[in-house]
């Protein structure tokens, strides 16, 4: 219907603009950049509001009051009010009692990266390379683990069975990179893919 | 006759067997863990288990609806810690049910230690210990050898081909922030670049997408040109806040390669997809180019494009050979032990591995206790 | 200017447009090809194909419209699988901006399978927290997702009322763009050893391998190439192995410069030496 | 005393007790470690707001002093508050601001999808352009990067398989005894794609893994034992 021929139109448009910028800089591509950057931050903030801030904070506080459980209401003030006085940091003044809320998330980050880094990362993948070295593949990751660890090892010059080690390490994360830039062309071929889709079968007809 | 009744028992329904019930271990309490088989599961709509306080008493169902699984986590807020409760589980068919043997008593309790979690403390123990003693080490002044990184004579290098074609010098933190790790480990290597530009009398440009970063360039290069006796040489115009937006400041960084045509150009921060128009405008004019990052899915384009690439945790190494600032001394120095330690375990771990495998035959043992070090890093999913 | 010279250096904007036929030409004359299936991505079906009917299966979208034309795809063909086996899906998501392309790709597909909501899949929406979040979920969802995403009670969905936490959740698939999959297998896998698929773009696929080769996922779909080789193996050709001609004819197209780029830098540097 | 001690206590309290929770499941622990992941995601939505705040001031100060490209940035700030009014009308209305029908959807299927989209797809163009002029055999490292790369390239798309059967053919025709059906389902580009990925590149990124993870807990143990303070600062 009339709504969404009119949006295509835009969206089209705004993909023809942000494409210009391959030819040069030129003020239709600011326009549409300005605009992205505009349209973005604003939808965040509707989304984290109507998915997070008023379900669990003023929805849960309205429920508990309804159930009246007063304790589980009224604890909610605490994270309200850390809330609101994050917003404080631009008042110069009170930018102090923003630093509260600012340490209690930091807390939980550090709190939660750092048994995250163990549990989650270290231990699991230690443990798949403890694998008996009785064929070619358990070798070379054996190998390529051992040399791409040396390689940042900084308390040793590089020389001797050290520099070896590295030498390889090097060459490991040289096809490991290599790997990883072959895949991000396919990632960013298919965003190109989409995009000519969008504008040559919903646009324009010209794809059946 | 006897065929027949075998044959009539094999239509009645079979009943749940090996009904198993334990406390749901390392948990707050009020849970208990119920597992049962059964031959033919799919042949059955379903199951339902009761609960009792007593092996003969009335057993009152724990959920109304079918279960179509052969396990079952009773977290029912009724459940109380330290009684003794009693289960059976009945399977339904279409037009017949039968009941499993009653299982029990089982007593749930709230653990004080997660005892499954036991790996985890003791590394994350080693870990920290480690660090905190490098750390101490690097605050009371130790000193603490850390190799040259051949970065830094990368960074000499095109310094004097740029200013041997007096050619202007550009530097960009890409979009990193203040808090960023990479950016403060940045700072010190600008300071080295400041100085090498003062003394050869060369313009140094420095776009930044972050106004608290720029300040701190800002100040680091002026100390610099006060350090290579050359203040009156300092002037922030040349250090600029272009926009904190992702593709306006490659863009606008593009314009100034373009117009400026620098020598020399050092990516050395934080950087995103757009670190590819970057290297790739800088390449057009023909600048030597030096990069350094730990945003890992932009190194391959900076290793490809740029004449040199500081890998990783390098720039940490760099930064710390040039100002040894304890904190980041310490980590580096604390984490190269930590690296050590675990080339020493996963070698002696590997090859214990290889010798259990081949000694099979003659002494299964060792692969028991192989497997069992294996779990202990990582329990099987 | 000598012809290697020329040829190391071509103007970009030729380049840009070259690059544009190559991959709009195969769009409109649409060519068949055969498409190989992976391992990873076979590890990925079978890992939903063996799931007894009425499992639950929370897809989590943690992709946005930037990799859409590559995740969309899969989410596409996965939610076909589900319903298929006739499994409860439960949509979240960790990205703001992406959880609305799962609306879009259930409103395509429910129909086809005569699925309806509340009853064989519900979209309980996206909750900030991050890693707070899918700890959270690890004790009780509740905590975190009393209602779906329009506001009506979780506990009015007949399948949801026995879904409390990861224990109840057969499988956990995160179609991800960035790092949040390394969130999902470090906190649901990690800690409370849920069983999790990826799905993730081309960029992100070769740090999902070293979780593969762990054990810590049962299978990755990575990038538009495991997206067209899931269709394949649902039988449900759809964008993806439309797009992976023009996929074939840039990548031939890229090595193609590649080649002639380094022809041309090896030959003026030899010549720059002899001079 | 007061602006300083106070921030790093509260991390190291909750911190600590988020570790400890990790450990003790029993009684105050369980819920209490549930509690404040609660919270955190409270605060972190009103975040977002902090964000907004800082980018409307710089834009409409240049729009108010008429600086360079203030047009743009009048723009940015229209598009932003149209978005909000659009947003809170949807929620309103439609009890959700991603009803289908709401006009909050139709701005982010014709105007968010295409915008974002389309940013990222202008990389395509970057990646061949950057790749032809500056991916040049310079060095070792250079060299086996961009063979590493061509052959993921090929064994990801189809160009693989029909290049290895043209050479399979080639084989075929020098060595007429090999079975060409069986040559063909070697496929060596996928195959050594998925070699190169499951076992070097995974080696690798594991090494380079292993280096961060430890790089992370560094910083987080910095932080809550207040060696690590720039968060204050900024």
Redesign the interface.
């Known amino acids: 219907m009339l709504s969404d021929i009119i949006g295509t139109w835009i969206a089209a448009t705004l993909t023809i603009a942000i494409l210009s ?1 391959l030819y040069k ?1 030129n003020p239709l591509y600011r326009a549409a ?1 300005h605009i992205y ?1 505009g349209i973005s931050a604003g939808f965040a903030v509707i989304y984290a509001w109507a998915f997070d801030v008023y379900p669990m904070l003023i929805d849960a506080f309205k429920t508990n009051l309804n159930t009246r459980n007063y304790l589980e209401a009224y604890i909610l003030i605490i994270p309200a009010l850390l809330g609101m006085v994050m917003l404080l940091r631009s008042i110069p003044k009170l930018v102090w009692l923003s630093r509260w809320s600012i340490s209690f998330t930091i807390g939980i980050g550090a709190g939660l990266g ?2 995250a880094g ?2 989650g990362y ?3 993948q ?9 064929n070619l593949n358990n070798a070379v990751l ?1 190998i390529g ?2 040399t791409t ?10 020389a001797g069975l050290l520099g070896i080690f590295s030498r390889i390490g090097i060459v490991f ?2 096809v490991a ?2 790997a ?2 072959g895949y ?1 062309v396919m990632a960013r071929i298919s965003l190109l893919i989409g995009r000519f889709y969008f504008l040559f079968h919903d646009w324009l007809p010209l794809i059946r | 006759m006897l065929h027949l009744h075998i044959l009539l028992t094999f239509f009645a329904l079979t009943p749940p067997e090996s009904v198993l019930v334990k406390d749901n271990p ?4 009020q849970a208990i863990v119920i597992t049962w088989t059964h031959p033919a599961p ?1 042949s059955l709509l379903g199951f339902r288990i009761f609960r009792s306080t007593s092996p003969t008493g009335d057993f009152t169902p724990v ?1 109304p ?1 079918l279960l ?1 699984r052969t396990d079952y ?1 009773d ?1 029912d807020t009724l459940l109380r810690d330290g009684v003794a409760y009693y289960y059976l589980i009945r399977a339904y068919s279409a037009n017949d049910s039968a009941s499993s043997a009653v299982a029990g008593p089982v007593i749930a309790r ?5 005892a499954s ?1 036991l ?3 003791v ?2 123990l080693i ?2 210990a480690l ?2 003693y490098y ?1 101490l080490r690097a605050r009371q002044g130790k000193q ?4 040259k ?1 051949s970065g830094l004579d990368a960074i000499d290098d095109a310094l004097g081909r740029a200013t041997e074609m007096g050619k202007p010098i550009l530097f960009s933190f890409g979009l990193g ?3 960023d ?1 990479v950016v ?1 480990a940045a700072l010190p290597l600008l300071r080295r670049i400041g100085k090498k530009s003062a003394e050869y009398a060369v313009r140094l440009i420095v776009p930044n997408s972050d106004p ?1 970063v720029m300040t701190a360039a800002q100040e680091t290069v002026k100390e610099a040109y006060t350090e290579a006796g050359r203040p009156d040489l300092y002037n922030p115009d040349n250090i600029t806040f272009v926009t904190s ?1 992702q ?2 400041y490659a ?1 606008g960084v ?2 100034i390669i373009l117009r400026e045509r620098p020598g020399a150009i050092f990516w050395l921060g934080y950087f995103y ?1 757009e670190s ?2 970057l ?2 405008t800088g ?2 004019v023909g600048a030597i180019q030096l990069a350094g990052t ?1 945003e ?2 932009q ?3 900076f ?3 740029c ?1 040199y690439t500081m ?4 720039i ?2 760099a930064s710390c050979y040039l100002k040894p600032e304890p ?1 980041m001394l310490g ?10 330690l ?2 020493f ?3 002696v ?3 214990f ?2 010798a ?3 000694l099979n035959r003659n002494i299964p043992s060792l692969q028991t206790v ?1 497997e069992a ?3 202990w ?2 329990p ?2 | 200017m000598k012809l290697w010279e020329r040829l190391a250096t071509i103007d970009r904007r030729i380049i840009y447009s070259i690059l544009a036929l190559v991959v709009i030409l195969p769009l409109i004359l649409k060519p068949k090809i055969g498409v190989r299936v992976s391992e990873p991505v076979r590890d990925a079906y079978s890992a939903i194909e063996q799931l ?3 499992s639950v299966v929370m897809i989590s979208i943690d992709f946005d419209p930037s990799s859409a034309p590559e995740v969309q795809p899969m989410l596409i063909a996965l939610l076909r699988h589900c319903f298929k086996k006739n499994l409860k899906v439960i949509l979240t998501g960790q990205l703001a901006l992406g959880l609305p392309m799962g609306e879009i790709a259930l409103n395509q597909v429910a129909p086809e399978y005569q699925k309806v909501y509340g009853k064989d899949y519900v979209n309980i929406g996206y909750r900030p927290g991050y890693a707070a979040m899918m700890v959270g979920i690890g004790r009780e969802i509740r905590d975190f997702f009393k209602t779906d995403y329009r506001g009506v009670p979780i506990d009015s969905f007949e399948f949801m ?2 879904v ?1 936490n990861y ?1 109840d959740i057969a499988l956990l698939v995160s179609l991800a763009h960035g790092a949040v999959a390394d969130a999902w297998i470090q906190y649901a ?1 990690a800690r409370f ?1 849920q ?1 999790i698929i990826v799905g993730c773009t081309g ?2 696929a070769p740090g999902m391998y070293q979780y593969y080769s ?3 996922i049962e299978g990755i779909i990575g990038g538009l190439q495991g997206a067209s080789e899931y269709e394949t193996l649902v039988q449900k050709p759809g964008s993806a192995t439309l797009g992976m001609p023009a996929q074939s004819a840039a990548h031939g197209l890229l090595i193609l410069l590649l080649i002639i780029g380094n022809i041309g830098f090896l030959l003026s540097r030899k010549k720059s030496r002899g001079k | 005393m007061f602006q300083r001690s106070i921030p790093l206590f509260i991390v190291l309290f909750t911190a600590l007790l988020l ?1 400890v929770a ?6 105050p ?3 209490l470690e549930s509690r404040f992941l609660n919270w955190y995601a409270i605060i972190s939505g009103f975040t977002f707001l902090l964000g907004l705040d800082s980018l409307t001031r710089h834009h409409l100060l240049k729009v108010i002093r008429r600086e360079k490209g203030w047009f743009y940035s009048l723009l940015l700030v229209l598009s932003l508050f149209a978005t909000l009014t659009v947003g809170l009308y949807s929620w309103v209305k439609f009890s959700s601001p991603f009803a289908l029908r709401a006009p909050f959807m139709w701005l982010y299927k014709y105007m968010i999808i295409p915008l974002q989209a389309t ?2 797809a202008t ?1 395509a163009f ?2 061949f ?3 032809y ?3 040049r055999i ?1 060095n070792l ?2 060299t086996l ?2 063979i590493a ?1 061509c052959l993921v390239m090929l064994g990801n798309v189809p160009l693989g398989s029909s290049i290895w059967q043209r050479i399979s053919q080639l084989v075929h025709l020098v060595f007429p005894n090999t079975r060409l059906d069986l040559l063909y389902q070697i496929e060596l580009f996928a195959q050594i794609k998925d070699w190169l990925m499951a076992i070097p590149q995974a080696a690798a990124g594991r090494g ?1 893994g ?3 993870a ?2 992370g ?3 987080s ?2 932080i809550i ?1 207040g ?2 303070r ?2 204050l ?2």
């Open positions: 910028f800089d950049e950057v750092l048994i163990v549990q270290l231990l699991p230690i443990s798949d390379t403890l694998r008996p070295l009785i054996y683990v051992i660890l040396t390689y940042f090892y900084f308390s040793k010059e590089h994360i040289m990179f290599g990883s830039f991000t | 390392n948990d707050q309490g799919e959920e609806e179509n986590l977290t709230a653990q004080w230690f997660n979690r790996n985890v403390l590394l994350t870990i920290s660090f905190i750390i603490m050898f850390i190799r990184i922030y203040i808090t790790m403060i608290i937006d593709f306006g863009a593009d314009g997809a590819l128009i290297a790739e390449h057009t730990t890992t899915t190194l391959p384009f290793v490809a494009a004449d890998i990783g945790e390098e940490y190494a904190v980590t580096i120095k604390g984490e190269d032990f930590i690296k050590m675990l080339i375990i996963i070698t771990l590997v090859f591995g290889t259990a495998t081949l192989f070090i294996v779990n890093f990582s099987p999913s | 007894p009917t009425n009322r026995g409390h224990h896998g050893k069983k960029v992100n762990a054990h810590q | 570790i990790f450990f003790i499941p029993h009684k622990f369980g819920d940013m990222f990389l970057f990646i352009s950057a790749a002029r500056a991916f310079r490292g250079a990067l961009l790369a380079i292993i280096g961060l430890l790089g807990i560094a910083m143990l910095r034992l060696i690590e720039t968060y600062s900024s």
